[in-house]
């Protein structure tokens, strides 16, 4: 529950603080885009999107993003830096993934501001308030400059963009590197499992020759190796808790067959049949688990529950920029799940002992307790 929690809230990070649902580009941009960033400008205006009502309900916003990169200075001290022109009321939608830790985030009426993460800021050793010099390329090939203020300092999951990356109101951007338009759009969604279902609607309405669209799961490399790491991480624990209760589970069964040996002689000579012995036993191992798993479930949902109320204080993982709150997430899937264990370890685990009573002779059962 705990890794299922960290899989979700890491996945709503990264498409709140930096990625979005889908990202609406130009063809090849993803691919090429950093060698030649404006060669893959999309227009100022977004095109018309014919939605039902039920599929413009699915949609949050689409706003724009302008990538570019450049050097950043204050003083005698300089450094690179990767900068993103973007909607200053888009805080408004994407909530606090991407969050401030002094400072405000970008206003509407103040075009010379920006806000930056905060390892740029310590290492170029500047705060809140301080001006800044921004000088990059233009897409002519020029060199362009301006100053501005920093109104803010944020935090995102990635330390290795917050060491680097501003954000400038997007008509700034244009302005610094003489550009109109923007690399891409960013669609945010109401809920993240309908991504599939809106990249297609998308697909269908801009055409493929001028648009590509790309959802965030193939654009989140490092929640993808992540995910993929922890998903083994946990197969292993659940191979070892299966082989625990099929040890565990085999020896009481056995324990019971050797204590009712008498019994199972006595049935045996009053015409009940080894299958209908064997079958007993099993039921009895299926029961076992039904039983186990349910009250494993509950018990856990409730420890979940209260432990989620209180949290799990947990530090900085290795490349993230701070700690976080954890808590433990008990979803359907996974009641199903380990119900769905414990009734087939259980299964498998009472099999040989169920045989092996299904087997015994009527004679030496009957003397057993003898």
């Known amino acids: 529950g705990f890794i299922e929690w960290i899989f979700i809230d890491f996945r709503e990070t990264s498409i ?3 990625l979005g649902h889908l990202q609406i580009t130009r063809p090849g941009y993803q691919e090429e885009g950093k060698a030649n960033p404006y060669h893959f400008l999309l227009p100022d205006t977004q095109p018309e999107l014919k939605l039902t009502s039920n599929s413009l309900e699915k949609i949050k916003v689409i706003v724009p993003r302008l990538s570019f990169s450049g050097l950043i200075s204050s003083g005698e001290s300089t450094l690179s830096f990767i900068g993103e022109g973007v909607d200053p009321n888009e805080q408004n939608f994407f909530g606090d993934a991407l969050q401030l830790t002094t400072g405000n985030y970008l206003s509407g009426n103040n075009t010379f501001q920006i806000i930056m993460g905060e390892g740029l800021s310590r290492n170029l050793g500047v705060e809140t308030g301080d001006n800044v010099t921004l000088l990059v390329n233009t897409a002519s090939g020029g060199i362009n400059a301006i100053e501005v203020t920093i109104s803010g300092l944020f935090t995102t999951v990635t330390k290795s963009y917050d060491d680097n990356a501003i954000r400038i109101p997007i008509e700034t951007a244009q302005k610094l590197i003489r550009v109109t338009g923007a690399h891409s759009w960013i669609v945010l969604l109401n809920h993240t499992e309908d991504t599939n279902q809106v990249l297609s609607l998308l697909h269908d309405q801009l055409p493929q020759s001028k648009f590509e669209i790309t959802p965030w799961y193939q654009l989140a490399d490092f929640y993808n190796k992540t995910t993929v790491l922890l998903s083994k991480q946990v197969l292993a624990i659940k191979i070892i808790i299966a082989i625990i209760i099929l040890l565990s589970i085999s020896n009481t069964m056995s324990i019971s067959v050797m204590e009712r040996t008498g019994e199972i002689g006595t049935a045996m000579a009053l015409g009940i049949k080894q299958t209908k012995i064997l079958y007993m036993f099993l039921m009895e191992g299926i029961l076992l688990g039904c039983i186990g798993g349910i009250l494993g479930v509950m018990i ?3 420890l979940a529950n209260i432990i989620s109320s209180v949290g799990i204080p947990m530090p900085p993982p290795p490349g993230m920029a701070r700690g976080y709150t954890g808590e433990i997430l008990v979803t359907q899937s996974m009641v199903l799940e380990a119900i769905s264990l414990a ?7 009472s099999v ?6 299904s087997k015994l002779q009527i004679v030496d059962a009957l003397r057993h307790n003898r």
Request: glycine share 10%; aromatic share 16%; proline share 5%.
């Open 16 to 18: 709140r603080s930096q």
């Open 300 to 302: 856990g949902y409730l």
């Open 343 to 349: 009734i087939g370890t259980t299964l498998i685990a």
């Open 352 to 357: 040989y002992p169920a045989w092996k009573a």
